[in-house]
């Protein structure tokens, strides 16, 4: 309702034009996530549909899309096959119960409490194994029924690469060569539904013997969703306690996660508590109409936002466009072919891999690589329950150490009152445009929300700021990634940051991650007496620069 206050008809083309587009990329990757998750494809579509109208309509980010996602493809399949598809039901409400409670409890913050090396970890491992699921496909390998651990679904493949169809790895090439060459030809052309549609009417015009989403489940039923209330056995509450708890923190975490990406591309800000009780009511309404688990999607979030989202209307619009598919034109998935969804979610795995914070992780202390490692080989080798408690453990007792290590004795003397003349500012000038914050106590996982509320409206700040580290006891990888946030958000508004005053365990990790890149040697300073210097010279070149460009201006003839 606060975002219908001064609805127009203009806003409401331009939540139409955006809810259309996201509602036709969301199309393959819904039944992609539904496939892969051992579950049919429409129950990927039904998920988006019903989830994907909640989350929108009751959630607390202007222009959030929910559905299926990457996140749940392995605790999804592992449920189903330990419990079957009531038990994946169970779950499914336990987890929307669990995620109404944290938000109508304001347990909404306690997900920043998650290290980044644990999120990196799992992110990873779920990333790995959603692509060794699609290998199959993708080469159109004929094997028997596949395991569900890591290890022997590589066996299996390997024993049965002699079985290969080349028809369908060449429609899995061409499908994966469109995906990647769209964003370069049109970004507002998902390339995603042009491979579905192309290689869709290519193996149905020629007639190749590929597996399809109709050979392999009967096709599409076409209508509404079918309301059915599950059958819950008593007995499997407590054995899927566990699988619940981390399908409600997952949920929970990447729904948020979307929710913080939305807000730096719009300038908004969510409400966390609320979008987790929409969460949960979608989690509970999905698999009474047949739905799988569902969550804030951020590369459908995100490409809402790109296609002109003002409002959550166009979410809603998305998951309207997917129920008229389902209406109209559900027969002709039939011919879908499942080696072109492999390509689809081969891509999917890469996007959310973050592959390339690796190297950042490998950067950081021994510690944080730790975190990292034994994380991302539980999610691939035992079970992503247990990796996210294992790692949750481990990052709370490196939490510990490193607030232990914070606590120092020491004698004064009169070199230490010395030194830190330097450090004092009550005795300093500030300088004209230039802002001052600080940092005070240990910057870890769990308190790096507290720099982006300050820092929230970049407006208020001048052309040079100075983030004072004096006070600053404790750092790790989730404060590092903050501070290099900030640190590109500022550099993108046109303005400078000097960081000054980092003691001994901060700096080392600066200098080891090679934070320096981010900002310049020469933006590092020892003190904020050095800063307030350095300010003063950058302030004096604008002053300069300024007055170049006045004269040469004054110079050109009219």
Same mark, same amino acid.
């Given at each position: ?485 900030? *640190?590109? +958000?500022?550099?993108?508004?046109? !303005?400078? @940051?000097?960081?000054?005053? $980092?003691? &001994?365990?901060?700096? =080392?990790? #600066? ?23 350095? *300010?003063? +010279?950058?302030?004096?070149?604008? !002053?300069? @620069?300024?007055?170049?460009? $006045?004269? &040469?201006?004054?110079? =050109?003839? #009219?």
């Amino acid at each position: 309702m606060l975002c219908l206050r001064g609805y127009n008809a203009a806003l409401f083309f331009q939540d139409v034009i955006a809810g259309l587009t996201v509602g036709l990329v969301a199309l393959p990757l819904a039944m992609a996530f539904g496939i892969a998750s051992g579950v049919t494809p429409q129950a990927g579509l039904y998920t988006a549909v019903v989830a994907g109208f909640v989350i929108s309509a009751l959630g607390g980010s202007r222009t959030q899309i929910g559905g299926p996602t990457g996140a749940f493809v392995v605790i999804v399949a592992g449920i189903i096959a330990r419990f079957g598809l009531s038990g994946l039901a169970l779950v499914t409400v336990m987890a929307g119960a669990l995620l109404i409670v944290m938000g109508a409890t304001g347990l909404g913050s306690a997900v920043k409490f998650i290290p980044r090396p644990v999120t990196i970890g799992f992110t990873n491992g779920i990333a790995l194994l959603i692509a060794s699921t699609q290998i199959k496909d993708f080469l159109g390998l004929r094997t028997p029924s596949m395991p569900g651990d890591f290890p022997g679904r590589m066996k299996v493949l390997l024993e049965h690469l002699g079985t290969l169809q080349w028809a369908a790895l060449t429609v899995a090439l061409i499908s994966l060569a469109i995906i990647l060459v769209m964003p370069r030809i049109s970004r507002r052309i998902p390339g995603s539904i042009i491979a579905l549609f192309l290689c869709t009417i290519g193996v149905a015009i020629f007639h190749l013997p590929l597996e399809t989403i109709g050979s392999k489940f009967g096709g599409i039923p076409q209508g509404f969703p079918p309301f059915s209330f599950p059958h819950f056995r008593a007995a499997h509450i407590m054995p899927l306690l566990p699988s619940a708890f981390t399908v409600a923190m997952l949920a929970a975490v990447e729904s948020l996660l979307s929710a913080v990406v939305a807000d730096g591309m719009t300038g908004d800000s969510h409400n966390s508590n609320m979008e987790l009780v929409a969460q949960g009511i979608a989690n509970l309404m999905s698999p009474l109409l047949g739905g799988i688990p569902a969550t804030g999607a951020i590369a459908r979030t995100a490409t809402n936002i790109r296609s002109g989202a003002r409002t959550p209307v166009a979410g809603m619009i998305h998951a309207i466009t997917l129920l008229g598919i389902l209406l109209v034109a559900a027969p002709l998935a039939s011919y879908v072919p499942l080696a072109t969804l492999a390509a689809v979610l081969f891509v999917v795995s890469w996007n959310m891999g973050e592959w390339r914070e690796i190297g950042t992780i490998l950067k950081l202390s021994k510690t944080d690589i730790s975190v990292w490692i034994t994380t991302f080989a539980l999610t691939v080798f035992a079970d992503l329950t247990v990796a996210v408690g294992v790692g949750m453990a481990l990052a709370a007792l490196l939490y510990i150490r490193r607030i232990a290590e914070t606590t120092t004795v020491a004698t004064v003397t009169h070199e230490y009152l010395k030194e830190g003349v330097a450090h004092v500012l009550q005795d300093k000038e500030i300088p004209a445009n230039t802002t001052i914050l600080r940092i005070h106590g240990p910057f870890l996982f769990g308190t790096t929300e507290k720099l982006v509320e300050v820092t929230r409206d970049l407006n208020k700040f001048n052309t040079v700021v100075i983030l004072r580290l004096r006070n600053m006891t404790a750092l790790d990888a989730t404060g590092l990634h903050a501070i290099e946030r900030f *640190a590109h +958000r500022l550099h993108e508004s046109g !303005r400078t @940051l000097l960081i000054c005053g $980092a003691r &001994e365990q901060p700096a =080392r990790l #600066l200098e080891q991650a090679d934070f320096m890149s981010h900002i310049g040697r020469d933006n590092i300073l020892p003190h904020v007496q050095a800063a307030i210097e350095r *300010a003063r +010279r950058i302030n004096a070149d604008f !002053r300069g @620069l300024g007055m170049q460009l $006045a004269t &040469e201006m004054s110079h =050109r003839p #009219l």
